[in-house]
T-cell receptor, first 113, second 113 residues
Framework: AQSVTQPDIHITVSEGASLELRCNYS??????LFWYVQSPGQGLQLLLK??????LVQGIKGFEAEFKRSQSSFNLRKPSVHWSDAAEYFC???????????FGTGTRLQVTL | DGGITQSPKYLFRKEGQNVTLSCEQN?????MYWYRQDPGQGLRLIYY???????QKGDIAEGYSVSREKKESFPLTVTSAQKNPTAFYLC????????????FGQGTRLTVV
């Protein structure tokens, strides 16, 4: 079965600094990969997704992620963080015929001014 | 506007009572999912349904039940057998023919009092 690891539970960055959130997955083939963002008490909003092709994908709000097959990673990056980016971020994978999403445990991002 | 509607946003239940969470979508999606979210544990799959009148258990189905009598509706019942039901519940849907992207509702926070 597939699994997702987000090793950082909580990250604090200063506004304007760069950001990288880590995500590693375990699956025998290349799965579909996603990053979602969640504000407190809200649902999930899709930031970006990788299905195939170019391994660097662009998303909304200035986020990007790079798929690295050799490292089984799909890290999320942003060159300059804004205070409004403070939220919880989830990496997810979908694989297999059942089309189920498997989520990591999330990384909570705090932005200091 | 098309989307997924979960109701109510907040729900309180006495111990020993069953309670039903509503999830309705007007996206004409075939597949629907229920996830449970607890702090530090990410989202875990409770049940999912890929077509009307059919559903499968997810990773944590014990103490929950669902029905899928209509394409647009996928209610979740939290039964008295669920030992620790206090959590945030998220419903999602997906169009199986248009790729693996899932759309999420705004969630229901269930509290046992």
């Amino acid at each position: 079965a597939q699994s997702v690891t987000q090793p950082d539970i909580h990250i604090t960055v200063s506004e304007g600094a760069s950001l990288e959130l880590r995500c590693n997955y375990s699956y025998g083939a290349t799965p579909y990969l996603f990053w979602y963002v969640q504000s407190p008490g809200q649902g999930l909003q899709l930031l970006l997704k990788y299905f195939s092709g170019d391994t660097l994908v662009q998303g909304i709000k200035g986020f990007e992620a790079e798929f690295k097959r050799s490292q089984s990673s799909f890290n999320l990056r942003k060159p300059s963080v804004h205070w409004s980016d403070a939220a919880e971020y989830f990496c997810a994978v979908e694989a297999g015929t059942a089309s189920k999403l498997t989520f990591g445990t999330g990384t909570r991002l705090q932005v200091t001014l | 506007d098309g989307g997924i509607t979960q109701s109510p946003k907040y729900l309180f239940r006495k111990e020993g009572q069953n309670v039903t969470l509503s999830c309705e979508q007007n996206l004409n999606h075939d597949a629907m999912y229920w996830y449970r979210q607890d702090p530090g544990q990410g989202l875990r799959l409770i049940y999912y349904s890929q077509i009307v009148n059919d559903f499968q258990k997810g990773d944590i189905a014990e103490g929950y039940s669902v029905s899928r009598e209509k394409k647009e509706s996928f209610p979740l019942t939290v039964t008295s057998a669920q030992k620790n039901p206090t959590a945030f519940y998220l419903c999602a849907s997906k169009d199986r023919d248009r790729g693996p992207r899932a759309f999420f509702g705004q969630g229901t926070r269930l509290t046992v009092v």
